[in-house]
Each structure stands twice: as structure tokens, then as C-alpha cells.
């Protein structure tokens, strides 16, 4: 599966981004798909995730209640709609899909990654 990752950019403290991100080349519905972050310096790390069918979701407690995963099973894309904007969100943000039904929420477990969107929040 190839996975293409669009709408990072530089947004003010408090602002909201909403990235996308599109699938091609194998059954979209048939695996879960996230959203994973790596700031400079630091290790990539969990953001979210959302389950084949879009019945769960999971969250790191990071970004509970301020971003929100979603998916068009029709379209062959997931979402990561980003809320009340903070600095330390600045990272480049990932998309990942694994041969899973189910949502995961490590890193090593997805198989399939997107190029990376760069996300800069300025305060």
C-alpha cells in the first residue's frame, strides 16, 4: 500500500490544522490505519489511531480531546483534524497503515508509512 500525507504547514499557538492523508494500492477498508509524530531530537512517537471499520479510535493522552481521527473508507483516506494548537505538536507527522482490523498504538506494529508532513506551531 503507498501512502501520501498532505496539509502540514505553520499555524499560531491555538490555531488548527487538519491533515489528510491517501492510500492506494491495496483493500483501504481492510486495515487500520494512525498517525504517528517525530519532533527533532526526539524519537517518533504514537499520535493516533482508528480501526478498519472506523468503530475505535485511540489517542495519546498528548492530544485527547484536541485531535480527532477519522476516515472515508470510500475515498481511501484518514484524517487528523488538530484542535487548540500547541508548540510542542511541532513534528513531522506520519501516516501508517498495518495488516490489522483492529487499532494499534505502537509504532513498530504498523507496516505501511507515508512520506511525512511537516507541522510547525509557532507560539
Known amino acids: 500500500v503507498q501512502l501520501q500525507a498532505s496539509g502540514g504547514g505553520l499555524v499560531q499557538a491555538g490555531g488548527s490544522l487538519r491533515l489528510s492523508c491517501a492510500a492506494s494500492g491495496r483493500t483501504f477498508s481492510s486495515y487500520a490505519m494512525g498517525w504517528l509524530r517525530q519532533a527533532p531530537g526526539k524519537k517518533r512517537e504514537f499520535v493516533a489511531s482508528i480501526s478498519a471499520s472506523a468503530g475505535s479510535t485511540a489517542y495519546a493522552d498528548s492530544v485527547k480531546g484536541r485531535f480527532t481521527i477519522s476516515r472515508d473508507n470510500a475515498n481511501n483516506t484518514v484524517y487528523l483534524q488538530m484542535n487548540s494548537l500547541k508548540p510542542e505538536d511541532t513534528a513531522v507527522y506520519y501516516c501508517?497503515?498495518?495488516?490489522?482490523?483492529?487499532?494499534?498504538?505502537?509504532?513498530?506494529?504498523?507496516?505501511?508509512w507515508g512520506q511525512g508532513t511537516q507541522v510547525t506551531v509557532s507560539s
Open positions: 501508517a497503515a498495518t495488516d490489522t482490523w483492529v487499532i494499534v498504538t505502537t509504532g513498530s506494529k504498523f507496516n505501511y
